[in-house]
């Protein structure tokens, strides 16, 4: 309870270290996922583990479950993405999205865009908007089809490249305009909503957000009295070095 500070429940039952959590727009549902590969659906009023989906070969790192609580995504340390059905704890898609560790997904407020970061530096963006039946359209399936409900296919719509370092974790904006990254390389950049049509999204950063470093900009060429070490901490903090003059002495 935030405003008495209680602990209703502790919720117990992951065979390693839980790396993420994400809870349902409706606060009803809870999902962890976990270093044992697997991610339990947890009843927040109970503190009951009602599901537990397994199939990912490595750490979950994160996970997001959809606005209209049909759908979740986990992201893991092999690269891969899943998709699930919530009614069924099917995984029905895996998707090879990144080459490294996925650190973070986020579904758009929309319900029908999701993006994900990994440790490859990139942000990748995925278009759901368009279902299909996993069973094909044969006529004696109909009716297990309507009972599964849709599965939304996720394709690979754009790809933002701008960070250097490891892609931390994802937000979008309430209204789904603007998703925010954060980065290894310390900066936080936000994206304008990209187009359906695009496959690259280098020019779509409107802004990069960073704080600057005690020493940022100051030019040190040519200083002398300093140890490499102690260059080397300048730069780290901000300082910067024309190497083109440095090598000439005065």
Avoid at 46 to 63: F, K
Avoid at 81 to 99: D, F, S
Avoid at 109 to 136: E, M, N, R
Wanted: a negative charge; aromatic letters at 10%; charged letters at 15%.
């Amino acid at each position: 309870n935030t405003r008495t500070g209680q602990c209703h429940y502790t919720c117990t039952g992951h065979n390693g270290g839980v790396w993420s959590i994400a809870l349902s727009l409706d606060g009803q549902l809870l999902a962890s996922s976990s270093q044992d590969q697997t991610i339990k659906l947890w009843d927040v009023h109970t503190g009951r583990c009602v599901r537990t989906l397994s199939g990912h070969r490595s750490w979950i790192r994160t996970c997001a479950i959809s606005p209209d609580k049909h759908f979740l995504i986990s992201g893991s340390a092999d690269g891969m993405v899943k998709l699930w059905h919530l009614n069924t704890g099917e995984c029905y898609q895996t998707l090879e999205a990144h080459t490294g560790p996925v650190l973070s997904v986020v579904f758009n407020p929309d319900g029908q865009t999701f993006a994900s970061s990994g440790a490859d530096a990139l942000v990748k963006c995925w278009d759901i908007s368009h279902s299909a039946c996993p069973c094909g359209s044969e006529a004696f399936r109909l009716d297990f089809c309507e009972a599964m409900g849709d599965y939304a296919i996720a394709q690979r719509y754009q790809v933002l490249q701008g960070h250097d370092k490891w892609v931390r974790f994802l937000a979008f904006s309430p209204d789904g305009n603007i998703l925010a990254s954060c980065s290894q390389d310390e900066t936080i950049k936000l994206w304008q909503k990209f187009p359906q049509d695009s496959t690259t999204g280098a020019n779509k950063c409107i802004k990069t957000l960073q704080v600057p470093r005690p020493y940022e900009g100051m030019n040190i060429t040519g200083v002398v009295g300093l140890t490499e070490a102690q260059q080397s901490t300048l730069k780290m903090l901000g300082a910067v070095e024309n190497n083109l003059f440095s090598q000439f002495h005065y």
